[in-house]
């Protein structure tokens, strides 16, 4: 019997989300066999190692590792950069935390590298991977509501300055605003289902862009703070396949909802839920139908916070030679297109982008629990 061979694999930043992550890739994934962690806090990391069984490391000693193939960078935005192009001179094959930096320039530095390298490099976010995004690509290219003649995406939430220092790190910083933080989401998920945008425009600024912190179980609670990094964008979107689309994302409404898409076809719409998360109710509503029609799911990989897929996809592509889903190409044509409308807001102008990307394989439709679906990574 074929033994799988699997990818020792480093975690560097062990805040918050890293608990999910290594769930995931030390519990669940089979491919990854994580041997370490590494964080600028040391406390954080060594509960991590304790917590996971792993090594406690510190980046150096992660670089340096021979048998380390796959860094999986949780650091914050501004670190992104820093942390990614090191382990990539480092031979390593990196995934990243949305987005991929702080400046376009960066993420173009980044791509070009990990090509100069021979490297696989991707990108979070990889909930587009999941149960409900497939499945709703599933019924798109099914013909299920005809062809699709424009997408629209809504993000609302309330972003308060609260007292978790991972919080203020991630989000409150440069390059972690919410259509930085967010946008990908929705992006990758546009993409995933309709192939690369050729043009966009739109607006975007800063809310409240001088505040006080509002918590007061933030130690710093009443203090002024100037936020960093636009918090509203509202973009128009032309794709190559000739379907449009809007997004607006904004982190300013204490209401705090909905998250949703709406695809509008020929003969139906599509609704699906929060691309943030991996799954969530898909409808369809037809003209003769009172109530949208809930579609079952298509695709495994709903029934738990499967962050780390893109990881599990990433080491099988390694495995096959064949292209990452979640692969740097995607992640580039997103944070451009973010970087894109923030422009437009002070040009005026329309932009054809620069980087475009590749429609990613579909995930293959599957009965198999989420455990054995594991298995569809590596033969497709």
């Given at each position: 019997?074929?033994?799988?061979?699997?990818?020792?694999?480093?975690?560097?930043?062990?805040?918050?989300?890293?608990?999910?992550?290594?769930?995931?890739?030390?519990?669940?994934?089979?491919?990854?066999?994580?041997?370490?962690?590494?964080?600028?806090?040391?406390?954080?990391?060594?509960?991590?190692?304790?917590?996971?069984?792993?090594?406690?490391?510190?980046?150096?000693?992660?670089?340096?590792?021979?048998?380390?193939?796959?860094?999986?960078?949780?650091?914050?935005?501004?670190?992104?950069?820093?942390?990614?192009?090191?382990?990539?001179?480092?031979?390593?094959?990196v995934y990243c935390e949305k987005m991929m930096a702080v400046t376009l320039a960066e993420g173009e530095e980044l791509r070009a590298l990990a090509r100069q390298k021979k490297l696989a490099y991707t990108n979070a976010p990889d909930?587009?991977?999941?149960?409900?995004?497939?499945?709703?690509?599933?019924?798109?290219?099914?013909?299920?509501?005809?062809?699709?003649?424009?997408?629209?995406?809504?993000?609302?939430r309330g972003y308060l300055l609260d007292s978790s220092d991972d919080q203020i790190r991630m989000i409150h910083r440069p390059g972690g605003g919410i259509p930085f933080d967010m946008g990908g989401y929705y992006l990758h998920a546009?993409?995933?289902?309709?192939?690369?945008?050729?043009?966009?425009?739109?607006?975007?600024?800063?809310?409240?862009?001088?505040?006080?912190?509002?918590?007061?179980?933030?130690?710093?609670?009443?203090?002024?703070?100037?936020?960093?990094?636009?918090?509203?964008?509202?973009?128009?979107?032309?794709?190559?396949?000739?379907?449009?689309?809007?997004?607006?994302?904004?982190?300013?409404?204490?209401?705090?909802?909905?998250?949703?898409?709406?695809?509008?076809?020929?003969?139906?719409?599509?609704?699906?839920?929060?691309?943030?998360?991996?799954?969530?109710?898909?409808?369809?509503?037809?003209?003769?139908?009172?109530?949208?029609?809930?579609?079952?799911?298509?695709?495994?990989?709903?029934?738990?916070?499967?962050?780390?897929?893109?990881?599990?996809?990433?080491?099988?592509?390694?495995?096959?030679?064949?292209?990452?889903?979640?692969?740097?190409?995607?992640?580039?044509?997103?944070?451009?297109?973010?970087?894109?409308?923030?422009?437009?807001?002070?040009?005026?102008?329309?932009?054809?982008?620069?980087?475009?990307?590749?429609?990613?394989?579909?995930?293959?439709?599957?009965?198999?629990?989420?455990q054995c679906a594991e298995g569809t990574l590596d033969h497709c």
């Open positions: 019997m074929a033994k799988l061979e699997t990818f020792k694999t480093a975690v560097i930043g062990c805040g918050v989300i890293s608990e999910l992550y290594l769930k995931n890739i030390c519990n669940f994934f089979m491919i990854t066999d994580v041997v370490g962690c590494s964080d600028i806090i040391p406390e954080r990391s060594k509960k991590r190692a304790e917590q996971f069984n792993i090594k406690q490391m510190t980046n150096e000693e992660i670089y340096r590792d021979p048998e380390i193939k796959i860094v999986v960078n949780l650091t914050d935005p501004p670190s992104h950069y820093e942390v990614t192009k090191a382990a990539l001179n480092a031979g390593k094959h909930a587009f991977l999941g149960q409900g995004m497939q499945t709703a690509r599933w019924v798109i290219d099914s013909g299920m509501i005809g062809t699709v003649v424009a997408v629209n995406g809504i993000c609302q546009f993409i995933d289902w309709f192939g690369p945008i050729e043009k966009v425009t739109g607006f975007a600024k800063t809310v409240n862009e001088h505040r006080k912190f509002l918590n007061p179980h933030n130690p710093l609670y009443g203090d002024d703070y100037t936020e960093p990094s636009i918090n509203t964008i509202a973009a128009s979107l032309q794709f190559k396949s000739g379907v449009l689309g809007s997004l607006t994302i904004t982190s300013e409404s204490l209401f705090g909802g909905p998250q949703k898409i709406e695809v509008i076809g020929t003969t139906g719409t599509l609704y699906a839920h929060d691309p943030n998360n991996f799954t969530g109710p898909i409808a369809v509503k037809k003209r003769n139908n009172p109530e949208p029609l809930i579609i079952p799911f298509t695709h495994a990989f709903g029934d738990q916070i499967f962050r780390g897929i893109g990881v599990a996809d990433m080491a099988y592509a390694i495995r096959n030679n064949r292209k990452p889903r979640a692969d740097a190409d995607l992640g580039l044509h997103a944070f451009e297109i973010i970087h894109k409308v923030w422009e437009s807001t002070s040009t005026g102008q329309t932009y054809t982008l620069k980087h475009p990307a590749d429609r990613p394989q579909a995930m293959p439709p599957t009965g198999l629990s989420s």
